[in-house]
């Protein structure tokens, strides 16, 4: 499974809650400015970020790859 597309993921699944880019990020404890170029695939993402956006959308990391894994557009 490739996770090039991961960022749209977040966003997608962001967008969905309602929440701005600038809130989850803060509430997350990310930088806005390196969770906004994940989200448009200008930057890949490490492992402490992913972990805390897990965190938010309370899953584990394994737990929200696999559901971007099952994901279907």
């Known amino acids: 499974m490739q ?3 991961l960022g749209k993921f977040i966003k997608l699944k962001r967008e969905k809650t309602g929440i701005s880019l ?3 990020a803060m509430e997350a404890d990310i930088d806005c400015a390196i969770l906004c170029r ?3 695939l200008k930057q890949g993402i490490k492992l402490s970020v992913l972990e805390k956006i897990a965190k938010k959308f309370d899953k584990t990391p394994a737990e929200f790859l696999t559901e971007f894994e099952e994901y279907k557009e």
């Open 38 to 40: 994940i989200e448009n």
């Open 22 to 24: 600038n809130k989850f």
């Open 3 to 5: 996770y090039k597309y």
